[in-house]
């Protein structure tokens, strides 16, 4: 019967690691010094700088910080690619080990999405704003590109005229296979940019989960159009 490794949440992270490769009588070589490019309990994607096969056996100390502590685990080289960036897999960590890394890894993938919202990614995705009437039903439809998303809000450019109050719905397609994302909204600004009329579309009664699913999806498209 196979075993099947448990999948871990990763993250991005930048940590010192100590790398020292272990022979073929499980002794360890001179240790060097690298940084990783991510981490779950599961492994580490290293960066370039330690010349490392393939198959090679390995050991680590890795230093996390908030909060400070060290783990020591014993590894594998799975994968490398053309610019040097290894793929380590972690032999089965111990349990309180294994543990406080995945209530590490969930603190800092806390804190890398609190750091994004907390800031306006410049994006331009194509969107629909659809005004609508007292009924809340929709009584015109405008194509218009954005400018910047955040947790609370969206800016988009248009020559059309918008006032400032009125109640729309906001349909913005991400091109990611899933569908669009759709979110009642308010026009709280009105300005000029350099091309044309700009407006801030503020969300209304939006959930935490819909905002991450907003960042973490904006995040992912900036990658795709902008690699």
């Not at 806390?110 to 306006?120: A, E, K, M, N, Y």
Request: glycine share 6%; proline share 4%.
């Amino acid at each position: 019967m196979t075993s099947e490794r448990r999948e871990f949440l990763r993250v991005e992270a930048d940590l010192h690691v100590i790398c020292s490769r272990i022979d073929a009588a499980g002794e360890r070589d001179q240790a060097g010094n690298g940084r990783t490019i991510d981490i779950s309990a599961g492994g580490i994607r290293l960066a370039p700088g330690l010349a490392l096969q393939v198959g090679e056996r390995v050991w680590l100390e890795v230093r996390f910080r908030e909060p400070h502590f060290l783990i020591f685990a014993e590894a594998e080289v799975i994968w490398k690619d053309g610019d040097g960036v290894a793929g380590i897999r972690f032999d089965e960590l111990e349990t309180y080990t294994q543990q406080r890394v995945v209530r590490w890894v969930y603190a800092q993938d806390r804190r890398l999405f609190d750091r994004r919202s907390q800031t306006r990614l410049p994006v331009r995705l194509r969107a629909l704003v659809r005004r609508l009437d007292a009924d809340g039903k929709p009584v015109e439809e405008l194509a218009v590109p954005t400018l910047d998303v955040s947790v609370d809000g969206v800016r988009i450019g248009t020559d059309r005229l918008l006032s400032v109050g009125t109640l729309v719905e906001l349909e913005i397609t991400f091109e990611d296979a899933r569908p669009p994302f759709v979110q009642p909204a308010c026009v709280a600004w009105a300005g000029r940019d350099a091309e044309r009329l700009s407006y801030r579309l503020t969300f209304t009664d939006i959930s935490p989960a819909r905002q991450r699913d907003l960042i973490e999806r904006t995040l992912a498209a900036e990658k795709r159009f902008d690699p």
